[in-house]
């Protein structure tokens, strides 16, 4: 798993995506074609809004999402960029609750591919 940092990779994202949402997140999925393999690895970022709630409850939500992804790293599908976007719900909920989401949109998104 890589981090998506440039802003061009979060356009090319946000312009040729399919979404899926949870009660927490809203993903955004570029499949990369077969023929156009650019990386094997699953690249991801991560956006917490404002009305997640003050900066540090935006670090704290992302950082409970990279501890996720870190524990979790067999649900990562092959060649796809994700931008995980976090709802206003996020920066109050459980960790209980941000395993249950993430675990649910992931199992989707393997379905799906």
Not at 55 to 62: G, Q
Not at 80 to 102: C, P, R, T, Y
Request: proline residues 3%; charged residues 30%.
């Amino acid at each position: 798993m890589r981090k998506i940092i440039s802003t061009r990779e979060y356009r090319k994202v946000y312009n040729n995506h399919y979404r899926i949402s949870g009660n927490l997140f809203i993903f955004l999925i570029q499949r990369n074609e077969p023929e156009i393999i650019e990386e094997p690895e699953c690249a991801i970022g991560i956006i917490a809004s404002k009305k997640v709630g003050n900066a540090v409850i935006r670090n704290k939500t992302k950082r409970r999402v990279r501890a996720f992804l870190r524990d979790n790293n067999d649900l990562l599908p092959a060649n796809a960029k994700i931008v995980i976007i976090a709802k206003h719900k996020a920066g109050s909920a459980s960790w209980n609750d941000f395993q249950e989401d993430l675990t649910k949109i992931f199992y989707n998104i393997n379905k799906k591919m």
